[in-house]
């Protein structure tokens, strides 16, 4: 899209977190934007060569409000004229900037398509109804209704709240005691309802893609080891995930065709999406949720090495300008999530030496753990490594080899 004049936009990162403040950069960054930042931070806590770059900020008491979203746009235009873009990457503000984009009528997802993806039983409902393969699912509020569902698909199942994120608060329940303990603590109503799905077993990928105007032009397949479900019940797990070089793999084409399938019927217009499926036994796969938003967990950062380009840049021209360069995938990436084994802060770092001196180059980037850091309340845990090689082959043994000899001990010192 070009504009009749420099693109007036509003980027919403209510918190200043690592990741959030690499789009922020990158959206300052874009040649000739007007940028205005809405933030329940002070903007003194921004960096001072990035704070030069704005044109115009608004501290809101909650970041998150679409009625507060709303006034700081108001102030916002107020210094820079009409706003062109309303930008935000987290997955709970989807629907309050649907909300402030229909209010301004500003392109971009409105909050009706934005809870197509943020309410995961809707979402799961409107993908059942076109045919596209999702877990079995029903939205419950009552023990009544649970009972019912269970009737219907067995154990084990996973409950979850319509609009989580992350794996957060979603449980794997295996029978009727740990069914009886969970809804002693969370009962469902009509006002707290809980999402219950059937238990998938597989392969757990992603599906990150990028839609303009509807129409599909690149996507990215990942691999993760073990599930997320997994990791969010084993705190302890050091976890991995896989981006292949090779994206034309056989088993690579049902996702293909139905990802972008369940793009369109969700309403999928201009954006980066994160989708989370699975491949099943048999071959088949099956859908577990999307996000209309960038990836968590530094995937856009193993997107950026994978394609030797900067993928925080690409996504601001993106949403932007609606603009995207396709680039080529020459690398395999993968990163180790360092998580600590134990309680307390940082005690020991035990086999980082080895792994540098054994893999080299193969690392790329790395953020390590300093003894005494306090323990990690995030599931990436208190560090991580990246690697990329362009044989598949190299990462994952490489990969393979951190696993089996990296730990990070917590715990306070005797």
Not at 107 to 136: H, T, W, Y
Not at 275 to 293: Q, T, Y
Request: hydrophobic share 40%; charged share 25%.
């Amino acid at each position: 899209m070009v504009h009749a004049h420099a693109p007036r936009v509003v980027f919403v990162a209510p918190f200043f977190m690592e990741a959030t403040m690499r789009f922020v950069k990158a959206a300052a960054d874009t040649p000739n934007v007007r940028l205005g930042v809405i933030s329940q931070e002070p903007p003194q806590k921004l960096p001072v060569a990035l704070r030069r770059k704005l044109a115009s900020y608004s501290q809101v008491k909650d970041g998150l409000d679409p009625q507060q979203i709303a006034n700081g746009v108001r102030e916002i235009a107020r210094d820079l004229g009409a706003v062109d873009r309303l930008l935000g990457t987290l997955e709970q503000l989807q629907v309050p900037l649907g909300v402030v984009r229909d209010r301004f009528q500003i392109p971009g997802l409105g909050e009706e398509v934005a809870a197509n993806f943020r309410d995961k039983g809707r979402m799961k409902s409107i993908l059942q109804n076109a045919d596209i393969p999702c877990a079995r699912h029903r939205s419950v509020t009552s023990s009544e209704a649970v009972h019912a569902f269970l009737e219907d698909v067995g154990f084990p199942v996973v409950v979850k709240p319509p609009a989580g994120a992350a794996a957060k608060d979603t449980f794997r329940l295996d029978d009727v005691d740990q069914m009886k303990q969970y809804l002693k603590r969370c009962p469902p109503s009509s006002k707290s309802p809980l999402l219950l799905e059937e238990f998938m077993t597989g392969e757990e990928h992603s599906f990150d893609s990028v839609c303009i105007g509807g129409r599909p032009v690149w996507y990215s397949v990942s691999r993760y080891y073990p599930t997320p479900l997994e990791v969010m019940e084993s705190p302890w797990i050091q976890w991995c995930v896989v981006l292949p070089r090779e994206l034309d793999r056989p088993e690579y084409q049902a996702i293909q065709n139905a990802g972008f399938r369940a793009l369109d019927v969700l309403g999928m217009e201009t954006g980066l999406s994160h989708m989370e499926w699975f491949l099943r036994p048999d071959g088949s796969v099956a859908i577990s949720e999307v996000g209309a938003r960038p990836p968590g967990a530094q995937f856009t950062t193993l997107i950026s090495y994978a394609h030797d380009i900067d993928f925080y840049r690409a996504w601001a021209k993106l949403m932007i300008d609606d603009s995207f360069d396709v680039p080529q995938r020459s690398y395999a990436c993968g990163s180790v999530f360092l998580r600590g084994q134990g309680k307390g802060p940082v005690q020991e770092i035990v086999g980082l030496e080895e792994v540098r001196r054994e893999l080299g180059d193969v690392i790329v980037e790395a953020k390590v753990p300093r003894e005494g850091q306090p323990q990690a309340s995030s599931y990436e845990g208190e560090g991580y490594l990246i690697l990329r090689h362009p044989d598949t082959r190299v990462v994952e043994q490489g990969l393979a080899k951190i696993l089996k000899t990296v730990q990070i001990r917590l715990g306070k010192k005797k």
